[in-house]
Nanobody
Framework: QVQLVESGGGSVQSGGSLRLSCTVSGNTDSAYCMSWFRQAPGKEREGVAAIDSDYTTTYAHSLEARFTISLDNAKNMLYLQMNSLKPEDTAMYYC??????????????????????WGQGTQVAVSS
């Protein structure tokens, strides 16, 4: 199993950028499918992007134009670079992991039940 700790959230103005980080510890020798999710107030948690151990990425909705997921296996770190942020991006952002390879290689179809390991979240607030 792995433990996940997110960091890098904060408050930014519309159009700004943030880089979220997720520190992965524990059994990092195994392959994991990693993903970022977010949950806005009063809404269900939704997937943002996923990355496989071979660095294949998939993105939800139209977020690929503004968000980039990346993985540094040497440092056991997962990242989410968020550019051109909008007020509707305001949410708690979570790092998630599931043992094995990612199920989908094109298109993002994951829900939170697809991932067994979760971090505690980092808050992102975007003001207009």
């Amino acid at each position: 199993q792995v433990q996940l700790v997110e960091s890098g959230g904060g408050s930014v103005q519309s159009g700004g950028s943030l880089r979220l980080s997720c520190t992965v510890s524990g059994n990092t020798d195994s392959a994991y499918c990693m993903s970022w999710f977010r949950q806005a107030p009063g809404k269900e948690r939704e997937g943002v992007a996923a990355i496989d151990s071979d660095y294949t990425t998939t993105y939800a909705h139209s977020l690929e134009a503004r968000f980039t997921i990346s993985l540094d296996n040497a440092k056991n770190m997962l990242y989410l670079q968020m550019n051109s942020l909008k007020p509707e991006d305001t949410a708690m952002y979570y790092c998630a992991a599931e043992a094995g390879f990612c199920r989908y290689t094109s298109g993002y179809y994951y829900t939170d039940v697809d991932f067994a390991y979760w971090g505690q979240g980092t808050q992102v607030a975007v003001s207009s």
